[in-house]
């Protein structure tokens, strides 16, 4: 089997930096327990198929499995992952913009900011505490 210059490889390669970026995020918001792990696993299932059907989209995997991811939470755990630019009034949930595009990020629709690139969520929100 030669790997070298065959599409599904890149695919692949789409398929697990998705499921890196995502987990990634999950454990900043330390909500990465094994049955969570699962709802990623399931989404890169399907997105697996997705993207098979039409490779051009290996590069919207990532936006959309932690869409599937956080609407998956939505439903068994409630909002994910919440806001950490908003400070005051009620919590809420970040999006990721673009919903079917390259390079996603985290956006605030409240304060209109981005937050992170998907992924960089630990970055947002941890290891910088105010003083
Ligand atoms: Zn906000």
């Not at 987990?23 to 049955?35: C, M, R, S, T």
Request: glycine share 10%; aromatic share 6%.
């Amino acid at each position: 089997m030669d790997l070298s210059g065959n599409p599904i490889s890149s695919l692949e390669q789409a398929l697990h930096a998705a499921r890196a970026l995502v987990l990634a995020d999950l454990v900043a918001g330390q909500v990465a327990e094994a049955d969570v792990v699962s709802l990623v696993e399931e989404s890169v299932v399907q997105r697996r198929w997705w993207v098979e059907q039409w490779p051009d989209g290996a590069d919207f995997v990532a936006g959309l499995v932690a869409q599937d991811v956080q609407d998956a939470l939505l439903e068994r755990y409630g909002r994910w992952p919440l806001c950490p630019v908003c400070g005051s009034g009620d919590p809420h949930a970040l999006d990721v913009e673009p919903e079917l595009g390259p390079d996603p990020h985290w956006v605030c629709h409240k304060a209109g900011v981005k937050v992170a690139a998907v992924g960089a969520l630990g970055s947002a929100t941890g290891g910088m505490p105010s003083s």
